[in-house]
C-alpha cells in the first residue's frame, strides 16, 4: 500500500518549511520513526521521523525547495497486506515486535550512547540511525558546522548571543575518493553551505575545503564568490599574496560581483515580519543607565575558583538574568503584553525569560521557562543549554514561544548600548553592553572600575516612564551590589 506523508504543522501555526537535507533516498527502506528529513521553520530546523515503515517511492521536493503545510513531502509502501506503518519481513508478514523496537530504543537510549546515534521519534532531537550507503551518511555530515556561532567573552564570560564564526582550525586535506572507483566523491559540505553556493552560482567542486577533513565551509565559498584564495587554515581570513596563484582555476581573473541576491526566508523572513510589526505598533521608549558592576565582576570571579560551582558558567549574562527576574516582581508593568482583541493588559504571573542569540541562521529569542523560580546556578544551566541547541540551529518551536520580557546581550561584540526593539507581544527587552575598565568615582576618590551600560526599551502603552526607570534601578542596584537582591527577594 502506498502512503503519502503530508508536511505536519510543527507547531505555533507555521505555514510552511524548507527542504534542508534528505536523510533518505527513493528506494530505501526505512523504520518507524527514523528520521527521513531536516526541515528548516521560520523557527529552527527539525528532524521529521517516518510515521510508516517500508519502502521509499517519491520524495515529493528537492532539497532547498519550500513546502507547504499539507502538501506531501514523501511516498511509502508499508507493503502489501501488512499493518499500518508496520514492517514487513522477507516472506511479506508483519513483524509488530520489528516496528516497536525503534521506538523502544528512542524512549530509552543506551547509557552512554552518542546523540547523533540515538534514534528518536522527538522531532528536535538528534536522533538518527546511521543506515544506508556512504552517500546518505555523508549527507548526515554535522548539519550545524556552519550554524555554529563562537561565543565570544563579555568581561570573561560566555554568552549566548554571539557572531557565527568557522569551524575548529586544521590543515586542509584532499577531498576524499571512492575507493570502489577511485573517483572524487562529491564535495564535502553541510546543507547550508550548498544553498549558498547555488545562490551565489559557485561550483563547489571548484571550491577548497579548508575545513576538517576538507569539509567545504561557508567562508570558502564566499572567499571563491569575492575573487579571493582561500585560506590553508580555517578560520583565518584570506589574505592576498603576490605571485600566488588562485584557489581554484574558476577564481581566475573573477572580479566582486556587482551585487549578491540572498532569498528571504527561514529564520531571518520571520525576524523581519516580526520587527516591523513591533516597530509600527509598540510605541518604543529607550532608556540608559551606565554603572559601576565591578563587586558583580569579583563575585564571578570567586564563583568560578570555588570547585562547588565547577561545571557550571555563570556569567555576567546569567547575573543580569538573575537581577531582570527579581526586578520584574517588583515592577510587572513589564512582564505583560497588550490584548488588543480583549483590550486588556496581561500580567503575567511568572518570568519566561526570552534571550536573543545571533546564530548563523539568523536571530532568534529562545526562552527560559519559569526563570523567576531558578536559582543563579540553575539560570546559568538553562541558558548554556539554550545557548547549545540555538548554536546547533536546533533550538524547538517551544522554547521560541511564550516569552515575558527579553535580554539581549550586545557586550558580547565591544558595543556599548543601544535601542534594542521589543520582541513582539512583550512589554520589555534590556541590552547589556560591555563590561570595561575605566575610571570612575569611587568613595570619593578616582579610581579604575568596571563599568556597563543597559539600555531598556519598553512599550509605553504598558510601561510608563516612572515604572520604567524603577525597573531599570533595580536591576542596576542589584549589579552595583549583588548582596541587595536578597532585601529585594
Known sequence: ?????????????????EIVAWRVAVGDRVELNQIIADVETAKAVVELPSPYSGVITALHAAEGETVNVGEPLFSCDTGEGAGEGAPTDAAGATSADAA?????????????AEPDAAPGPNLVGYGARDEGGPKRRARRTALADDLVPSVPENGGATDLDAPPAGAAAAAATPPPTDLSTGAPERPRSTPPVRKLARDLG??????????ERGLITRADVEAVASGAPTS????????????????????????????TRIPIKGV????????????????????????????????LRSIREDRAFAGHKVTPLTVVAKAVCIAARRTPEVNSRWDEGAQEIVQYGGVNLGIAA???????????????RMTLIELADAISALAETARAGRTPPADLSGGTISITNIGVFGIDAGTPILNPGEAAILAMGAVRRQPWEHRGEIALRELMTLSLSFDHRLVDGEQGSRFLADIGAILREPGLALTMA
Not at 500500500?1 to 518549511?17: A, N, Q, V, Y
Not at 545571533?358 to 523567576?372: C, Q, S
Open 232 to 259: 590553508a587554515e580555517p578560520g583565518v581570513a584570506p589574505t592576498a599574496v603576490s605571485g600566488a596563484a588562485p584557489a581554484a582555476p574558476a577564481v581566475a581573473g573573477a572580479e566582486r560581483p556587482a551585487e
Open 100 to 112: 516497536a523496537a525503534p521506538a523502544t530504543a528512542a524512549a530509552e537510549p543506551a547509557p552512554g
Open 268 to 299: 531571518r523572513k520571520h525576524t523581519a515580519a516580526a520587527m516591523v510589526q513591533s516597530a509600527f505598533t509598540a510605541p518604543h521608549v529607550t532608556e540608559f543607565l551606565t554603572l559601576d558592576v565591578t563587586a558583580t565582576m569579583e563575585l
Open 1 to 17: 500500500m502506498i502512503k503519502e506523508f503530508p508536511l505536519p504543522d510543527l507547531g505555533e501555526g507555521l505555514t510552511e518549511s
Open 358 to 372: 545571533a546564530t548563523g541562521r539568523g536571530l532568534v529569542v529562545p526562552n527560559v521557562k519559569g526563570a523567576e
Open 202 to 211: 559557485i561550483d563547489l567542486t571548484t571550491v577548497n575545503g579548508t575545513g
